[in-house]
């Protein structure tokens, strides 16, 4: 079973803070998703990350893969109330064909006070 | 619509009883998926179609839980003889079925159980 740990679990920070998010597995996957999600909403594609190493950025949010294609990670620059929701990291199995049959995380609930 | 629609978007049954839940993908999404997501976890994946072959189940809980796709665009996920630790939101997801196709996701029917 693969497994994604994420962590923390829960954080809460005035804005203007930064912080990072982090999704750690043993084992190796062909691509790592991350999303966020609304209350009673499904979960919005971010960012799809492919290759170790690779880091991509979309506007105060970076995500990196680790080279070994089993971690990554979420960084947000100066925070808003805005981008308070739960976020979700989610693997693709390495050799899998479905494109769409993910592990994901537990999440991590941010909240970001004006 | 543009998006996956899913309904209902609640539901609540009595400890027993059966339920459907629908879910109609984007128009000329080959492929399919149903996820389930416990409050305070991340979604877990039950099961895939593509059109309509359904080529993984390995995720469904139980015998009790059966999903179709007919003609490859609708799906119902049905539950029989609901238990209590079905209660959940569950989510339909669909995307191109090719490599690196974002994963799309309606808002979920929430299912509680008496």
């Known amino acids: 079973t693969q497994l994604l740990e994420q962590s923390p679990q829960f954080l809460s920070i005035q804005e203007g803070e930064n912080l990072t998010v982090y999704c750690n597995s043993s084992?190796?996957?062909?691509?790592l998703q991350w999303y966020r999600q609304e209350p009673g909403e499904g979960p919005v594609l971010l960012v799809t990350?492919?290759?170790?190493?690779e880091v991509k950025k979309l506007k105060r949010l970076t995500f990196q893969f680790g080279d070994a294609r089993k971690d990554s990670s979420l960084h947000i620059t100066a925070a808003q109330p805005g981008d308070t929701g739960l976020y979700l990291c989610?693997?693709?199995?390495?050799?899998?064909?479905?494109?769409?049959?993910?592990?994901f995380g537990q999440g991590t609930i941010l909240t970001v006070h004006p | 619509g543009a998006g996956v629609s899913q309904s209902p978007r609640y539901k609540v049954a009595k400890r027993g009883q059966d339920v459907a839940l629908r879910c109609d993908p984007i128009?000329?999404?080959?492929?399919l998926f149903w996820y389930q997501q416990a409050l305070g976890q991340g979604p877990e994946f039950l099961t895939y179609?593509?059109?309509?072959?359904?080529?993984?189940k390995s995720g469904l809980p139980s015998d009790r839980f059966f999903a179709e796709r007919p003609e490859g665009s609708v799906s119902t996920l049905k539950i029989q003889r609901t238990q209590q630790e079905d209660s959940a939101v569950y989510l339909c997801?669909?995307?191109?079925?090719?490599?690196?196709?974002?994963?799309?996701f309606g808002n979920g029917t929430r299912l509680t159980v008496t």
């Open positions: 989610a693997g693709a199995k390495a050799g899998g064909t479905s494109y769409g049959k993910l592990t």
């Open positions: 084992s190796v996957f062909s691509s």
């Open positions: 990350v492919v290759t170790g190493g």
């Open positions: 128009s000329g999404h080959v492929s």
């Open positions: 179609f593509q059109n309509e072959a359904q080529l993984d």
């Open positions: 997801a669909s995307n191109m079925g090719v490599l690196q196709s974002p994963l799309h």
